[in-house]
């Protein structure tokens, strides 16, 4: 989450549910019910539905699941044109997230993952991984902050940025979050900030120089029994500028903009404590691709 980002980082509408387009019969949630036929008063029963044609359905149901299956499952060699790893760089569109051969970083910049490669997978690497580390609950306290900007940021444009964040991060931004002046939750209550990303597209780059968008569900606000600020989700896009710098993908500078946004499901919202359970128990994810 990013400085004063009530109004940036985590914005997004809620509009009430519309058509299901994932209902039944097109959307009314409703069941047809056919009463039994009966013989008084009809000389002529309604004729059985045929065996045969719900067998030939049944059928056809397994034999495309076994496909889908098979399909699934299929295997490729890293040199399978017909893989989406495979893919050139160069290739039109965003590919899906897919083995390429090339090992994950091994270095860490404190927590956060360093030692990106000088490519397009490195550099979407590189933007998701600081997208996490940008909502992160450790944005919220000074010393860690700092630290979470010196290792994802061009040193050029650190200490500015620096200043701007201890601005920002304000008693009043905080207890507009649920939290208390000095950023810590509540009695009882554990904060939650989290950004998760759900893909990446590089939109621009050179030698030197990437950006690249970054599509992120987040969540955000206090766990517990009493919570006032309860979490809740949303969904937004990250633009990040990045520059080669030092040996590695920095940051130069970044926006966000709403969505795009899913519709709402039919899934239950979880109790205060559960919600608690889940954050303590899962641990959140440093390298994204």
């Known amino acids: 989450m990013s400085p004063g980002d009530e109004h940036d980082y985590r914005s997004a509408d809620r509009g009430g549910r519309s058509d299901d387009p994932y209902s039944t019969l097109g959307g009314t949630r409703q069941t047809r019910t056919r009463l039994p036929d009966s013989n008084a008063g009809h000389p002529q029963a309604r004729r059985p539905a045929r065996a045969s044609r719900s067998l030939v359905m049944i059928v056809g149901v397994v034999v495309l699941l076994i496909a889908a299956i098979a399909f699934a499952n299929r295997g490729g060699g890293a040199d399978d044109e017909g893989s989406p790893g495979a893919k050139g760089r160069e290739s039109a569109g965003s590919a899906p997230t897919a083995p390429t051969g090339t090992k994950p970083v091994q270095g860490r910049n404190g927590t956060i993952a360093s030692g990106f490669a000088r490519d397009e997978q490195g550099a979407q690497s590189a933007a998701a991984n600081y997208a996490v580390a940008l909502g992160s609950v450790e944005m919220f306290t000074a010393d860690t902050r700092h630290d979470i900007i010196k290792a994802t940021h061009d040193p050029a444009v650190v200490p500015k940025l620096q200043s701007d964040l201890d601005a920002a991060y304000s008693p009043s931004f905080y207890a507009n979050v649920g939290l208390e002046k000095d950023g810590t939750p509540p009695a009882g209550l554990t904060f939650v ?49 990045l520059t080669w710098a030092g040996g590695d993908w920095k940051i130069s500078s970044s926006s966000q903009s709403e969505g795009p946004t899913p519709v709402n499901g039919d899934n239950r919202a979880s109790t205060a404590d559960e919600m608690a359970d889940a954050i303590g128990g899962y641990g959140g994810f440093t390298y994204a691709r």
């Not at 990437?210 to 969540?219: F, I, K, R, S, Y």
């Open 193 to 241: 900030s989290r950004t998760v990303p759900v893909g990446t597209k590089v939109v621009e780059m050179n030698d030197g120089a990437a950006t690249v968008e970054v599509w992120c569900t987040g969540l955000v606000g206090l766990a517990g029994e009493g919570a006032t600020k309860p979490v809740t989700g949303t969904w937004f896009t990250l633009t990040q500028k």
